[in-house]
């Protein structure tokens, strides 16, 4: 895949930020910002098709929200609604899907799910032998729709050897 124009790639650092890397499965606009950035991860299919795959994904992460969900509820009720970073977090994390559609790229199939939260994301899935590639493009949704032409035409490029 070409990362877009002016990118760089590499590995998040721990206190924010990227440090430059060839075999790092980052891409960032910045080595000092990670506001807008993306990322390929390899994973193991474990023998599911891909639709049940991400399917499957997507169902996880509901359930994780609901579970955190009640916790940040619950703490909440205990702290008579004084418990603000919990109210803020309870927030964060709570995602939704824009949109999800079957894609060819260059003769491959994938999955695009688009969702927002903190971030908007696109994220394709594709399987190949015994792997699911995730590669997924992060914005702040004030943002997203500048950067949105980028990620697609970076994603327009993606090629599998």
């Not at 579970?67 to 940040?72: A, D, E, I, P, R």
């Not at 999955?111 to 594709?126: C, D, G, N, R």
Request: glycine share 8%; net charge negative; hydrophobic share 40%.
């Amino acid at each position: 895949m070409q990362m877009p124009d002016g990118w760089q790639q590499g590995d998040p650092l721990a206190n924010g930020g990227f440090r430059t890397s060839r075999r790092g499965s980052f891409m960032f606009t910045t080595k000092t910002s990670d506001d807008v950035w993306g990322d390929v991860i390899i994973l193991p299919s474990e023998g599911m098709a891909l639709a049940d795959y991400v399917s499957d994904l997507i169902a996880e992460t509901e359930r994780l929200e609901k579970t955190f969900g009640g916790l940040f509820g619950a703490l909440n009720k205990m702290t008579d609604g004084k418990a603000e970073d919990a109210k803020e977090i309870e927030q964060a994390l709570k995602s939704r899907i824009l949109s999800k559609q079957n894609r060819t790229i260059n003769g491959v199939e994938f999955i695009e799910v688009v969702t927002e939260a903190q971030t908007t994301t696109i994220s394709l899935y594709a399987v190949r032998g015994a792997d699911v590639i995730c590669i997924t493009f992060y914005a702040p949704p004030p943002l997203f729709s500048k950067y949105e032409p980028i990620f697609r035409q970076s994603i327009d490029r993606i090629r599998f050897k």
